[in-house]
């Protein structure tokens, strides 16, 4: 199947954003076969026999989710499109929702229709003021034109779409800590069952998907599942988002086919490492992924391959750190997020969230011990596995993986008095603080 890139192709085109623009495209036309001709359970079928997996993170089976909302309850269901985007190295919804609103519009319908969702919630990161703004104005010109509302596009099916500003909170992004926001209650996350399939927001079967997911549907619709599977590998296919920051000429966000070589994204598409440096070091999957070293950087860009290497897709925020990059102080920098992001209410993350902020601190200002470096590894099994959500895991995967494939960065840290950087800056104090070790 030749690739067709469904969300960038038309991004630096004056008015993109418009509903004018997406119909010209041939936008709403998959929307309204889903309304008027398909059956709901054949549009889940039609889904799950894409394999199409989930763009927020998990790569949880799309169409598998939605058959697990249950068909007769009498309760109202909800769709909830998580766009609180806060993943570091992460910003593919956001040009989703800037550039190309009504893809995800689009998405929303054939999604309410197979699982026979009246309304539906936008939970967009506090953040984004444009893409909002842009958002909004799609929404808007959606329902004048008769998309969405008591008859969306003339079939008779009634779909409201809303949306809820989030207000920047790291934790809102993971799916009941998102609902619980939307409740209007503190955003902490629950224990999961019950998942939100069953029992989501306001007590009610609630199907959670990301941006990104939501915007691959017109397209399967329109190419049929069988030549979606084609695009990439057939268990993980599909056009993907990829955003590579750091240290490469030429830093973005690429859409290309699921499986994409590293390598190639990194030098092609990105422009090679800036500054005719080498390779230290990439996070693949946002900041969440367990590192890979520069010879480990030989893997395809998809769930199963860097699975298989020992990390994740995640959300394919990509980035890259050249050979000048001291990863005590990368791994600071990380650190200090997931613990003022942790919610508070498991010890073992907050605790340990803390504990590793601590400890990579105190050895990046040279005050270090060599048995920081087992301690660190220590912390982070005791993170793992044992929360109600992933964030602890998130913590402890790129702080347990750079430590043990960067322990030459650490040792040297411990031994000479601090981080390259923090050296630079205090001068005066270098091998004075780390006697104590
Ligand atoms: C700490 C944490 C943060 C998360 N942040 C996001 C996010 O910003 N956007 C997102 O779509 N999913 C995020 N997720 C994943 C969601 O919980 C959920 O799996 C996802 O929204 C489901 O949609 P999908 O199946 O379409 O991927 C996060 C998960 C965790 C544990
Ligand atoms: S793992 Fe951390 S962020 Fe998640 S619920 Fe527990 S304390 Fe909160």
Redesign the pocket.
């Known amino acids: 199947m030749a690739f067709r890139k469904i969300f960038t192709q038309h991004n630096n085109e004056k008015n993109c954003h418009t509903l004018a623009f997406y119909k010209k495209q041939g936008g709403y036309k998959q929307a309204r076969k889903a309304l008027k001709k398909w059956e709901p359970d054949d549009l889940i079928e039609e889904i799950k026999a894409s394999n199409l997996r989930g763009r927020g993170g998990a790569g949880f089976p799309t169409g598998v989710k939605w058959g697990f909302v249950p068909k007769n309850t009498k309760k109202t269901k909800y769709l909830v499109v998580n766009a609180d985007e806060s993943e570091p190295g992460t910003f593919k919804d956001r040009v989703i929702m800037e550039k190309n609103p009504h893809v995800l519009l689009e998405g929303i319908l054939i999604c309410c229709k197979a699982v026979g969702i009246q309304s539906a919630y936008i939970y967009i990161r506090g953040e984004f003021v444009f893409a909002t703004q842009r958002l909004q104005h799609a929404i808007d010109e959606a329902y004048k034109a008769g998309i969405f509302g008591d008859d969306c596009l003339g079939s008779g099916v009634k779909i409201d779409v809303t949306i809820h500003r989030g207000a920047g909170a790291y934790?809102c992004g993971?799916e009941t800590?998102m609902l619980t926001s939307l409740e209007g209650d503190r955003g902490?996350?629950k224990l999961k069952p019950p998942f939100p399939a069953v029992e989501g927001v306001f007590g009610c079967p609630t199907v959670v998907n990301n941006v990104e997911t939501l915007g691959n549907l017109p397209y399967i619709l329109e190419i049929g599942a069988t030549a979606y599977r084609a695009i990439g590998p057939a268990k993980s296919p599909g056009p993907k988002l990829f955003c590579v920051s750091g240290h490469v000429e030429n830093p973005g966000t690429f859409e290309l086919p699921m499986g994409v070589p590293l390598r190639t994204l990194i030098d092609k598409h990105a422009g090679g490492i800036w500054k005719g440096r080498k390779l230290k070091a990439v996070i693949p999957g946002g900041s969440s992924a367990h590192v890979l070293a520069a010879e480990e950087c030989d893997v395809a860009m998809d769930i199963e391959s860097l699975a298989a290497a020992g990390t994740m897709l995640g959300s394919a925020g990509v980035i890259v750190m050249d050979e000048t990059t001291c990863m005590v102080d990368a791994l600071l920098n990380v650190m200090r997020f997931y613990h003022h992001?942790?919610?508070?209410?498991?010890t073992?993350?907050?605790e340990g969230?803390g504990w590793l902020e601590k400890i990579v601190h105190r050895i990046a200002h040279g005050e270090g011990r060599m048995e920081d470096l087992d301690l660190i590894v220590d912390v982070c099994d005791r993170m793992v596995g044992k929360?109600?959500?992933?964030?602890?895991d998130a913590a402890a995967f790129p702080a347990e993986s750079i430590v043990i494939k960067f322990k030459d960065d650490f040792v040297d840290a411990i031994q000479n008095g601090g981080s390259p950087a923090w050296k630079r800056r205090h001068p005066t104090a270098v091998g004075g603080a780390a006697s104590h070790g």
Do not use: D, V
């Open positions: 934790i993971e800590g902490q996350p992001e942790s919610c508070g209410q498991c073992p993350c907050r969230t929360t109600i959500c992933a964030l602890a």
